[in-house]
């Protein structure tokens, strides 16, 4: 991997401060080209028994640090991660696909969340309640929830990790990590460097496995565990929240979504376009916030679509390690075929196709960015989260119109509006039923601000005040006379 550092290439699970190997192995392979990369350590059931025994031990003591105690331990973690970027972002473009300065960006992204959290665990602050009764005294205290355990995507392999670890850790919880099979070496490097950084062993603990559903089933079933926090599908979701009933344990859900993106009349069209590409086409659209619909006001819809087409035109695709490439493969052959497959689809119901839209020669998880005009509300394409480069557009006439139809979904989790009249943009970004909505922008996400969905697209949120709240319980102390 020619890194500055082969330290952090890790291939075994950690658990209990230690590396420990499995069974078996799971091939970790470059999708780019199918290159074989690694073989990790394939975790078992048993593995995540003995995690979560691990996080259980180690509560106690890492609780009763001081905040500024764990603070330290965090800023250090933090200035590891930042010291060894660009290790991190080699590893996770070869296991995942994105370009190396998109992955850069993930890293430096990631480990925000880490040093936001190291700063707001110090302001976890009570309350002292005005009594009804003079001979009482009324307060709450925060305090951490307990035994955290989490599942991971493989399209943001290190920033899922530390957008997860890194509020759990701060409030005082411990943390039992299951990253996806696909890019387990970013998560194993970040165990690395939360050993080096000084977390107490159990505090942190990592299990890698091909059986998902036994190792699942510990996570959101052994009592032991306080909270579960996954980041996926809506479907996986709604299985791993069926688990977690049997214990009633807090949750939180970032989930699937089918993000509108609304091009007004009165937008700028080159802000428009950069903020689309931006949205569409970053990690080949395999993105939970990704736009998925593109709504565009007929009276400026020529216009847009050229100058989208020429944009896409324009990237670069290839190996994410390359040079100037702004567009990689897809994670696998099945993502790329279902993006086919949404494509036939459309040209089947009368789409046309104004750019791309097929496989290309650069290897068999290649598939071409994608532009689509013609597409209705009744295609898969509009209904369906799409995952990848593929940007389909429809006219609109009405406000109020468009507004309903991106509301037609059961997904709510990002949408995006493009008006440079104040007034507009305040009344249909209030009406969008999203948790999260962008206007002339493409990019929103920070650590110093709440992440998440409303309806089917999850429950809770990551980032911000709101993130660090989601690890704690609120005690009510009422003291007698």
């Given at each position: 991997?020619?890194?500055?550092?082969p330290?952090?290439?890790?291939?075994?699970?950690?658990?209990?401060?230690?590396?420990?190997?499995?069974?078996?192995?799971?091939d970790?392979?470059?999708?780019a080209?199918?290159?074989?990369?690694?073989?990790?350590?394939?975790?078992?059931?048993?593995?995540?028994?003995?995690?979560?025994?691990?996080?259980?031990?180690?509560?106690?003591?890492?609780?009763?640090?001081?905040?500024?105690?764990?603070?330290?331990?965090?800023?250090?973690?933090?200035?590891?991660?930042?010291?060894?970027?660009?290790?991190?972002?080699?590893?996770?473009?070869?296991?995942?696909?994105?370009?190396?300065?998109?992955?850069?960006?993930?890293?430096?992204?990631?480990?925000?969340?880490?040093?936001?959290?190291?700063?707001?665990?110090?302001?976890?602050?009570?309350?002292?309640?005005?009594?009804?009764?003079?001979?009482?005294?009324?307060?709450?205290?925060?305090?951490?929830?307990?035994?955290?355990?989490?599942?991971?995507?493989?399209?943001?392999?290190?920033?899922?990790?530390?957008?997860?670890?890194?509020?759990?850790?701060?409030?005082?919880?411990?943390?039992?990590?299951?990253?996806?099979?696909?890019?387990?070496?970013?998560?194993?490097?970040?165990?690395?460097?939360?050993?080096?950084?000084?977390?107490?062993?159990?505090?942190?603990?990592?299990?890698?496995?091909?059986?998902?559903?036994?190792?699942?089933?510990?996570?959101?079933?052994?009592?032991?565990?306080?909270?579960f926090?996954?980041?996926?599908?809506?479907?996986v979701?709604?299985?791993?929240?069926?688990?977690?009933?049997?214990?009633?344990?807090?949750?939180?859900?970032?989930?699937?979504?089918?993000?509108?993106?609304?091009?007004?009349?009165?937008?700028?069209?080159?802000?428009?376009?950069?903020?689309?590409?931006?949205?569409?086409?970053r990690?080949?659209?395999?993105?939970?916030?990704?736009?998925?619909?593109?709504?565009?006001?007929?009276?400026?819809?020529?216009?847009?679509?050229?100058?989208?087409?020429?944009?896409?035109?324009?990237?670069?695709?290839?190996?994410?390690?390359?040079?100037?490439?702004?567009?990689?493969?897809?994670?696998?052959?099945?993502?790329?075929?279902?993006?086919?497959?949404?494509?036939?689809?459309?040209?089947?119901?009368?789409?046309?196709?104004?750019?791309?839209?097929?496989?290309l020669?650069?290897?068999?998880?290649?598939?071409?960015?994608?532009?689509?005009?013609?597409?209705?509300?009744?295609?898969?394409?509009?209904?369906?989260?799409?995952?990848?480069?593929?940007?389909?557009?429809q006219?609109?006439?009405?406000?109020d119109?468009?507004?309903?139809?991106?509301?037609?979904?059961?997904?709510g989790?990002?949408?995006?509006?493009?008006?440079?009249?104040?007034?507009?943009a305040?009344?249909?970004?209030?009406?969008?039923?999203?948790?999260?909505?962008?206007c002339?922008?493409?990019?929103?996400?920070?650590?110093?601000?709440?992440?998440?969905?409303?309806?089917?697209?999850?429950?809770?949120?990551?980032?911000?005040?709101?993130?660090?709240?989601?690890?704690?319980?609120?005690?009510?102390?009422?003291?007698?006379?």
């Open positions: 991997m020619q890194l500055a550092n330290n952090l290439l890790k291939l075994q699970n950690y658990i209990n401060g230690e590396w420990r190997d499995g069974a078996s192995t799971i970790v392979r470059d999708p080209n199918g290159e074989l990369l690694a073989q990790v350590a394939d975790g078992s059931a048993a593995d995540a028994e003995a995690a979560v025994a691990a996080a259980s031990a180690a509560f106690p003591a890492w609780k009763s640090k001081t905040a500024a105690e764990r603070a330290a331990v965090l800023k250090r973690w933090y200035q590891l991660i930042m010291d060894n970027a660009d290790d991190l972002a080699r590893i996770l473009t070869l296991e995942q696909g994105k370009p190396l300065a998109e992955a850069k960006g993930e890293i430096v992204y990631g480990a925000s969340f880490i040093e936001w959290f190291a700063e707001e665990c110090r302001r976890a602050y009570g309350q002292t309640i005005p009594t009804h009764n003079p001979a009482m005294r009324l307060s709450t205290i925060r305090q951490p929830v307990g035994v955290v355990t989490c599942i991971t995507p493989w399209n943001f392999p290190n920033a899922m990790i530390t957008r997860k670890a890194a509020p759990a850790l701060a409030a005082g919880c411990t943390v039992v990590i299951k990253p996806a099979v696909e890019t387990p070496l970013s998560a194993l490097a970040l165990c690395q460097l939360a050993e080096e950084a000084g977390l107490p062993k159990g505090t942190i603990n990592m299990v890698v496995g091909t059986d998902a559903p036994g190792i699942g089933q510990v996570l959101t079933q052994d009592a032991r565990v306080a909270k926090t996954f980041t996926g599908s809506t479907n979701g709604k299985l791993l929240m069926a688990q977690c009933a049997s214990t009633v344990k807090k949750m939180s859900m970032e989930l699937g979504g089918n993000a509108p993106f609304i091009v007004f009349d009165d937008a700028d069209l080159d802000t428009a376009v950069a903020a689309c590409v931006a949205t569409k086409f990690n080949a659209g395999q993105t939970c916030v990704s736009t998925n619909r593109i709504y565009v006001h007929e009276a400026v819809h020529d216009e847009f679509v050229v100058k989208l087409r020429a944009a896409v035109a324009e990237m670069k695709i290839g190996h994410g390690c390359d040079d100037g490439v702004s567009v990689g493969p897809v994670i696998h052959r099945r993502a790329a075929e279902r993006v086919n497959g949404l494509v036939q689809d459309a040209i089947a119901a009368g789409a046309k196709v104004e750019l791309g839209g097929d496989y020669p650069h290897g068999e998880n290649y598939y071409a960015p994608t532009l689509i005009t013609g597409v209705t509300d009744e295609m898969r394409i509009a209904r369906e989260e799409i995952f990848g480069p593929l940007a389909p557009v006219k609109f006439s009405d406000e119109d468009v507004v309903r139809r991106a509301n037609e979904t059961p997904y989790l990002a949408a995006y509006v493009m008006s440079e009249n104040i007034r507009r305040n009344r249909v970004v209030e009406a969008l039923e999203y948790g999260m909505v962008a002339n922008t493409g990019v929103f996400s920070t650590a110093v601000a709440p992440f998440g969905g409303s309806k089917e697209s999850g429950i809770g949120r990551e980032g911000g005040v709101e993130g660090m709240a989601e690890f704690y319980e609120t005690k009510y102390c009422c003291f007698g006379a």
